[in-house]
Nanobody, 123 residues
Framework: EVQLVESGGALVQPGGSLRLSCVAS????????MNWVRQAPGKGLEWISR????????DYADSVKGRFTISRDNAKNTLYLQMNSLKTEDTAVYYC????????????????WGQGTQVTVSS
């Protein structure tokens, strides 16, 4: 059974930083591209970042480019999201997901999701 478990969410002030983690099990982690997707209150899913399996190439949504950094440690089966210069509009539940379509718009676009971790940016 594939499991993705996120952690690291918290309440943080605007301009602050957080690092999210996602530990994967039940799959050969190093062979899967991994994604971070978020859902703000009352809004739909927003794909924010992807890292490929072999080359580690990264892609970002414009809304987080230059502020967030995705990375992975294949030896630890762990995906990370370093979030800097956080804004109130970054408040959301953050999910890691894998086995996704190129464009992620809905839950069905990825085969596996974590349970999510809450990030709240507020003064």
């Amino acid at each position: 059974e594939v499991q993705l478990v996120e952690s690291g969410g918290a309440l943080v002030q605007p301009g602050g930083s957080l690092r999210l983690s996602c530990v994967a099990s039940g799959l050969l982690f190093s062979t899967y591209a991994m994604n971070w997707v978020r859902q703000a209150p009352g809004k739909g899913l927003e794909w924010i970042s992807r890292i490929t399996s072999r080359t580690g190439r990264t892609d970002y949504a414009d809304s987080v480019k230059g502020r967030f950094t995705i990375s992975r440690d294949n030896a630890k089966n762990t995906l990370y999201l370093q979030m800097n210069s956080l804004k109130t509009e970054d408040t959301a539940v953050y999910y890691c997901a894998t086995d996704c379509l190129t464009v992620v718009l809905r839950r069905g676009d990825c085969s596996y999701w974590g349970q999510g971790t809450q990030v709240t940016v507020s003064s």
